[in-house]
């Protein structure tokens, strides 16, 4: 496979073409930013974590029953992925109170959830991503009521893998971020799963191992996301 001209490059990846018109390379970057944009920086070594990490659990999904973009891992920061139209939908899946669910309604963050919540924002920067119903998504033609069904069986079953997956590294997997794609009329799991889009706290200690270490200033940004990645043993 031959990697061609640089199609995209978004705030923490760059995606190439390649000779087959179904596959295309994504190049993990080790910019952050947080606030759509607003705060910007470096976690050096992330592309790699970010990568490696997101292609482990792809396949353990796969594995599951989730079907994803993941083709081929071909270096530390590159990885071959099917070609899909992005669902312009952020999957967002909770466990526990935390971020915006624990400002938006007032809830204490870390307080446990009775149930895992389900919510999905509108992708789009210029809007910040607000939040959206699946009646408002089928509405504006964002999606359909047989996609959004299929997502939710999808992204339900991360969750319940990802929770044994992480508390078995000793991490409590507090939410989450997730993105969708359509491949030849199928909707498969794309984008990544990383310290950048899950909150991932110690089981015990309840330090905070992912990117609200960036956004809130907390220090030891690296040191966290070396630490998921060293627990969760990806030789
Ligand atoms: O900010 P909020 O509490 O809504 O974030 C919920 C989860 O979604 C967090 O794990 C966060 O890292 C992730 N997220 C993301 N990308 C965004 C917004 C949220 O990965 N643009």
């Known amino acids: 496979m ?14 190439f073409k390649t000779d087959d018109p179904d596959i295309v390379i994504v ?4 910019d952050a930013t947080a606030f759509n944009g607003e705060k910007k920086g470096t976690i050096v ?7 490696r990490m997101t292609n482990y659990i792809f396949q353990v999904l796969e594995k599951e029953g989730v079907p994803t973009h993941f083709v081929e ?18 999957v967002i899946v909770r466990n526990v109170a935390a971020g915006s669910f624990s400002k938006r309604l007032g809830i204490e963050e870390g307080s446990a959830l009775l149930a895992p919540t389900l919510e999905f924002s509108y992708k789009d920067d210029d809007l910040g991503d607000p939040l959206i119903n699946d009646y408002m998504a089928i509405a504006i ?15 339900f079953k ?6 044994k997956f992480f508390a078995d590294a000793g991490i409590e997997l507090i939410d989450f971020k997730i993105e969708f794609g359509r491949y030849h009329g199928e909707v498969i799991l794309a984008d990544e799963i990383s310290p950048d889009t899950c909150r991932l ?16 200033d907390m220090g030891n940004v690296e040191d966290a996301y070396q630490e998921v990645f060293r627990r969760i043993g990806i030789k």
């Open 27 to 30: 190049d993990y970057k080790d």
């Open 73 to 90: 891992e071909l270096s530390d920061r590159e990885t071959a992925v099917k070609k899909v139209e992005i669902v312009p939908l952020e």
């Open 201 to 216: 706290w110690d089981i015990k200690t309840h330090e905070k191992l992912d990117k609200d270490r960036f956004r809130r």
């Open 2 to 15: 031959q990697k061609l001209e640089q199609l995209y490059e978004g705030k923490a990846k760059k995606v």
């Open 141 to 155: 033609g964002a999606s359909t009521r047989e996609e959004i069904d299929k997502i939710t069986k999808y992204t």
């Open 45 to 51: 070594g992330k592309g790699v974590i970010n990568n």
């Open 158 to 163: 991360v969750n319940e893998v990802l929770k």
